[in-house]
């Protein structure tokens, strides 16, 4: 079985800080994991996915993420948080011969200037 | 690119009327398509697997007699929501992969609220 859980429903960074949103993942095969984020009212972009080739994966508007299976994890990151990132961000995992996405309950970032 | 539109972006009705809702992927064929249902600062919660030319897949607890899901083309799912209630309004979205395999990402339509009165 495969799930996501993304530890703080809300966090806060100050434009121009560090963004960090962490996803931890449980997989019985080995998992592809992605990143979505979702603006208000609208449906889900697609950030970045990692499909076992390199651990660090980057993404769109200047989001990474990298793939630590030591510690399951597949946090996201961002070097400096702009106000344009403010908005609801989902991990989602899928197993290798599955056909389902497996999402984690969502992380709010606020950006506050 | 891969583009997947929703059609309509939202709809009102009254209380036990019918409801259809457009999935398309614009530039690429979809075999396989998803719903998802998503409920106010909550995550999405998958309805059914389209799959084109075969019946859907539910997901446990979801009624199939009430969603219908109809996967006509490579590029086109409906969902209707048949006697709809008050307790059915909510966003529905829907996304298409563009192969078979898990590899690929699911590209998700913008949604469609649906509000029951």
Known sequence: ?113 | GAVVSQHPSWVICKSGTSVKIECRSLDFQATTMFWYRQFPKQSLMLMATSNEGSKATYEQGVEKDKFLINHASLTLSTLTVTSAHPEDSSFYICSARKGTSGLEAQYFGPGTRLLVL
């Not at chain 1, 990298?66 to 899928?94: G, I, Q, R, W």
Request: aromatic content about 14%.
């Open chain 1, 1 to 113: 079985a495969q799930s996501v859980t993304q530890l703080g429903s809300h966090v806060s960074v100050s434009e121009g800080a560090l963004v960090l949103l962490r996803c931890n993942y449980s997989s019985s095969v080995p998992p592809y994991l992605f990143w979505y984020v979702q603006y208000p009212n609208q449906g889900l972009q697609l950030l970045l996915k990692y499909t076992s080739a390199a651990t660090l994966v980057k993404g769109i508007n200047g989001f990474e993420a990298e793939f630590k299976k030591s510690e399951t994890s597949f946090h996201l990151t961002k070097p400096s948080a702009h106000m344009s990132d403010a908005a609801e961000y989902f991990c989602a995992v899928n197993g290798m011969t599955g056909n389902q996405f497996y999402f984690g309950t969502g992380t709010s970032l606020t950006v506050i200037p």
